[in-house]
């Protein structure tokens, strides 16, 4: 039997979510309360990580390119608090959207539907892998930066001050035994906390939208395919497929939109301070520490294209399913229709003009389009363009 969403549903279990709800009354309790104190862990974690990444803005405020440089993790950490949070409220609704999506892909009979069906859950699957990939390597570098040169200054015999994975001041000694042990440690299980997260849901985020608009394509083909040389019965009984097939596409895209719109909102809103902070960043750094500057670029390089791949997934994700949504309407138009009678050609028409109804994923002002993909790099290049200026 296939898992649809294999890796996500992995991280999920490392965060301490299995969706079981059949057990006895004794072990459910046992199991809620265990699970319960590991969201408040991975919750405290990650709110918790803004307050010395905080402290080290505020120390560094006179000094303008180190002051920024917690920003963009801080605010990659603000993005993870909504998507915890938005996840425990709408957990049940995410295990239902897995299950449902799940369900209809059994539920497929044509054999060439259903290869179509696998094909896009192959490239769903690439995609949250590559994304995998990309947040563990990101993660990987900025943790053992710091061990590295450790490692490299003791062999040159040189003697290296001790530095966090990420920017933070912490209110004790953190840069000495056993202080920076248990910094490094809890910087450690935060990243951990946040890529699993990160994988989890935008990894769902894809899988579900990939999942629909193959719904919407095998709907297309149905349409199309179809000459409606049949007898009364049975066109009655195709009509009625099609519109219970693309009322349930259509459901499911809606729940998806209502269970997603705040991480949208907030993906679009941090990414967008994100670029701002880490191109300025990488135009502003001190060219006289030649070695320091070229660390701090290439790790702004890797952060940059990790949360820019991040975007691109909410905005593809809602590209592709707004474009698939307005297609039935296509297909509808160039399919067999002058052999339907009038009345049934009135339910063509009904289902035609549903499809003009794109299904948008939208939150507030922000739309899930590979236009604002697209906006937001031209707004990137001219924030490069006028920091160049001023400087």
């Known amino acids: 039997m296939i898992d649809l969403f ?3 549903r992995f991280c999920l279990r490392v965060m301490g979510h299995n969706f079981v709800r059949d057990r006895s009354q004794q072990s459910r309790r046992w199991h809620n309360t265990r699970c319960t104190y590991k969201y408040i862990l991975c919750l405290f974690l990650v709110v918790s990580a803004q307050v010395p990444m905080i402290n ?8 303008v390119e180190l002051a920024t440089a917690s920003l963009s993790i801080c605010f990659t950490n603000i ?3 909504v998507k915890i949070i938005t996840f425990l409220l709408y957990k049940w609704e995410f295990a239902a959207l897995m299950e449902k999506m799940e369900e209809m892909y059994y539920e497929v009979r044509k054999a060439e539907t259903k290869a ?3 094909r896009d859950n192959d490239y769903a699957g690439d995609l949250t892998r590559m994304y995998w990939n990309s947040c563990c390597c990101t993660g990987a570098y900025f943790m053992t930066t710091p061990i590295l040169k450790i490692i490299w200054s003791k062999l040159q015999g040189m003697d290296v001050p001790l530095e966090l994975p990420m920017p933070m001041r912490f209110s004790f000694d953190f840069e000495s035994t056993p202080g920076y042990e248990f910094c490094y440690i809890y910087t450690g299980l935060t990243t951990l906390v946040v890529i699993a997260y990160a994988v989890a849901i935008d990894g769902l985020f894809i899988g579900f939208t990939i999942n629909l608009k193959a719904h919407f394509i095998a709907l297309q083909s149905i349409i199309e395919t179809n000459n409606f040389l049949k007898s009364e019965s049975e066109l009655q ?3 009625s497929a099609c519109i219970g097939y693309h009322n349930k596409i259509l459901s499911l895209a809606f729940k998806l939109r209502d269970i997603y719109r705040p991480i949208i909102f907030a993906q679009f809103l941090m990414t967008s301070l994100q670029v701002c902070v880490i191109v300025y960043q990488m135009v502003t750094v001190s060219a006289s520490q030649y070695i320091n500057a ?3 670029f290439l790790k702004n390089c890797l952060f940059l294209c990790s949360i820019l791949l ?4 909410y905005c593809y994700g809602g590209e592709i399913l707004k474009l698939e949504s307005l297609r039935v309407g296509v297909s509808v138009e160039i399919s067999h229709w002058y052999n339907l009678k009038p009345s049934h050609r009135r339910i063509l028409c009904l289902l035609m003009l549903r499809s003009q109804r794109e299904a948008i994923i939208k939150a507030g002002f922000y739309e899930a389009s590979l236009a604002n993909f697209t906006a937001i790099l031209k707004a990137a290049m001219s924030y ?6 001023i400087e």
């Open 116 to 118: 179509k069906l696998k």
């Open 384 to 389: 490069i363009t006028l920091i160049q200026s």
């Open 237 to 239: 009984r195709d009509l």
């Open 79 to 81: 993005l993870t608090t």
């Open 294 to 296: 070229q660390h701090i």
């Open 310 to 313: 991040q975007l691109f997934i």
């Open 56 to 63: 080290y803005t505020i120390y560094y405020l006179d000094h």
């Open 6 to 8: 294999e890796r996500q």
